[in-house]
DNA sequence: TCTGGGGTCCTAGGACCC
DNA sequence: TCTGGGGTCCTAGGACCC
């Protein structure tokens, strides 16, 4: 991982990049027949909607007939995970182009460091423009870009700004910006935040900056209370980070209300485990921790976790402890019914490093040549250019080591 | 025609260790 | 024998995001 400096910047430059309605006009490029239409992607719930159905009031996460009332002439498809992420793929290889400081936030937006670019490249306004137009001509999709000098404010921006917009916030004029915003766009706040805030009739940024920060704890939470108040108060010290890795994999199913037969809910998890482990493997990652997901007939949730001994991506292991935690279930199940089964993997680290154990006793870090000493130890042992993830385990310092090709 | 599919982070209690 | 402080790991649940 890589972090961007640190200083406190005086200039605007961070840009969030985010994509516009990404899986609907995805299937819009794709199918010329949808441009121009009302498109919803997923039928039960909806995952994506075009900017045509939008402006009907549909949203992202209603349900499908909630959606079909507001817009019955809505075209309905099903979702293409590999396509989207492969439009996705194509989108960060022109980010990537653009600056070295590229952070992922999800399978459409990401964060763009641009500061130090200003000679070869231009001001960030000229950047962003220059973004926008190469993603709607390489990839043909839509992005609307927000520049500021923090993460949040760029955030903040490019959901002012869309669809297909820019927008850049001045940093003299950030107060102006941020006060008069409803509470809702503060990074953290949905709807349950937003309605314990409203509740107390705090419907702004600015009138949440002007409550002590005690009270809004009090409200809220001490996590969310304290990143609430950093926010509202404009602070947002964070830097661009390269190289994040994803922390869990998985994958869910949805099952109607049918009942289901004997084996049936087996086979499916047979399905996940599966589909969950392939993935695993091709991304060269163990995991450790097996996570089952369960929906009720009810609508109401439960998780059932194991952490194996070992980190792992061998499907009969996994699916070993998920059959496990389903059994445990199973009377729950009988009694409820069930509607979705789900699986992630957490704890996950890559699958050719190899953990170690360093006693402390052994280190000593007063000017840190012993560690030095240790490590060099490591990379001559091992033949490795790089240590990867370092942490505590008890008296121990623990490393995972990948292990790079000769 | 009621209810996706992929994630992140935080909290809180209990077990366990030194 | 009793008390305790400080810490990690595991499990389960909840809020939030796209």
């Not at 994040?244 to 996940?272: M, T, V, W």
């Not at 990379?379 to 385990?393: H, Q, Y």
Request: aromatic content about 4%; overall charge neutral.
């Amino acid at each position: 991982m890589f972090v961007s400096t640190s200083y406190e910047r005086t200039t605007a430059s961070i840009l969030h990049a985010d994509l516009d309605a990404f899986y609907a006009s995805v299937e819009q490029r794709d199918a010329p027949e949808l441009r121009g239409q009302p498109v919803l992607v997923g039928g039960g719930v909806v995952l994506a909607a075009s900017y045509e159905a939008k402006a009907f009031g549909v949203r992202t996460a209603m349900t499908g007939g909630q959606a079909r009332d507001l817009c019955p002439q809505a075209i309905v498809v099903p979702p293409r995970m590999e396509a989207y992420s492969d439009a996705s793929k194509a989108v960060f290889d022109v980010f990537d182009d653009t600056t070295p400081l590229v952070e992922g936030l999800s399978i459409d937006e990401a964060f763009l460091d641009v500061g130090g670019l200003a000679r070869i490249s231009g001001t960030p306004q000229q950047i962003a423009t220059r973004l926008r137009e190469r993603v709607a001509e390489e990839v043909g999709l839509n992005i609307t870009v927000g520049i500021a000098r923090t993460k949040f404010l760029a955030k903040v921006a490019s959901g002012v700004a869309k669809p297909d917009g820019l927008l850049v916030v001045d940093p003299n004029g950030e107060l102006e910006f941020l006060r008069p915003l409803p509470v809702e766009r503060l990074w953290g706040v949905g709807n349950v935040t937003a309605e314990k805030l409203r509740a107390v009739e705090l419907s702004t940024v600015g009138e949440v900056a002007d409550l002590p920060l005690d009270t809004l704890i009090g409200l809220v939470g001490v996590a969310t209370g304290r990143k609430l108040h950093a926010l509202a108060h404009n602070r947002d010290p964070r830097s661009v980070v390269v190289g994040k890795r994803r922390s869990s994999i998985g994958s869910q199913r949805a099952l109607g209300r049918k009942p289901k037969k004997p084996g049936e809910l087996d086979a499916i998890l047979r399905g996940i485990v599966d589909r969950v482990t392939h993935r695993l493997r091709q991304s060269d990652r163990v995991g450790r921790t097996v996570v089952v997901r369960f929906r009720f007939d009810d609508y109401t949730r439960s998780t059932r976790s194991y952490t194996l001994p070992e980190s792992t991506a061998d499907t009969s292991l996994i699916l070993g402890a998920c059959d496990r935690l389903l059994d445990s279930m199973a009377p729950t199940i009988a009694e409820k019914g069930i509607t979705l089964l789900g699986l992630s993997i957490t704890n996950l680290s890559d699958a050719d490093a190899v953990q170690l154990a360093l006693p402390f006793s052994e280190l000593a870090f007063s000017d840190g040549t012993e560690l030095d000493a240790a490590l060099d130890g490591v990379r001559d042992k091992f033949g490795s250019s790089s240590i990867g993830r370092a942490n505590t385990v008890g008296r121990d310092m623990g490393l995972s080591v990948p292990m790079l090709p000769d």
